[in-house]
């Protein structure tokens, strides 16, 4: 069964330091989306996008934030200069079409993201 | 806020037993979708249920909805020690771009 897959599992990173998060989407799926979970706390949406553009952001996905498809299949999460209050689950998500009433919206296995 | 809230928080049962977790939403919505997490882990997604539908099963898994009470309840019937884990409703609400809302979850144990 196609699944969303991502990588790494585990970054740990210094304040201060880029770092990429990659995903592979479902690869018949058109939507692709970044979510994270900080520890203890709800799932949080970050950005969607389709088409090769940003169709939603949310009030977390500041400057410091950028997604891209460079390739076919891969979907990225870049944050510039990661701060401590960026560790948190991220996990990517992609849905086959979106339409009045929506679809399933499948999630990958998670990057954890553990800024020092 | 549109968020999903559900309830109870934990929840804990005895193998066999069946496991009735509730959702509540405070906007209209597209759609409902329920997911599991274990812990530590990814999200699972369970069953989507659009506001035009009322009642979904798959396998164990019966989910309702009522949208005039902006509710829903996902219900697991004879579970297993495996069925324990985090549950979470996410909402993709009326003129959102589909992007999910996620409520903080419940906690269910199943005892063996």
Known sequence: ?????????????????????????????????WYRQILGQKV???VSFYNNEISEKSEIFDDQFSVERPDGSNFTLKIRS???E???????ASSELQGNMGYEQYFGPGTRLTVT | SQQGEEDPQALSIQEGENATMNC?????INNLQWYRQNSGRGLVH???????????????LRVTLDTSKKSSSLLITASRAADTASYFCATAYTGANSKLTFGKGITLSVRP
């Open chain 1, 1 to 33: 069964e196609p699944e969303v897959t991502q990588t790494p599992s585990h970054q740990v990173t210094q304040m201060g330091q880029e770092v990429i998060l990659r995903c592979v989407p479902i690869s018949n799926h058109l939507y692709f989306y």
């Open chain 1, 44 to 46: 949080e949406f970050l």
């Open chain 1, 82 to 84: 990661t701060k401590l």
């Open chain 1, 86 to 92: 960026d560790s948190a689950m991220y996990f990517c």
């Open chain 2, 24 to 28: 509540s939403y405070k906007t209209s």
């Open chain 2, 46 to 60: 369970l069953i989507l249920i659009r506001s035009n539908e009322r009642e979904k099963h798959s396998g164990r």
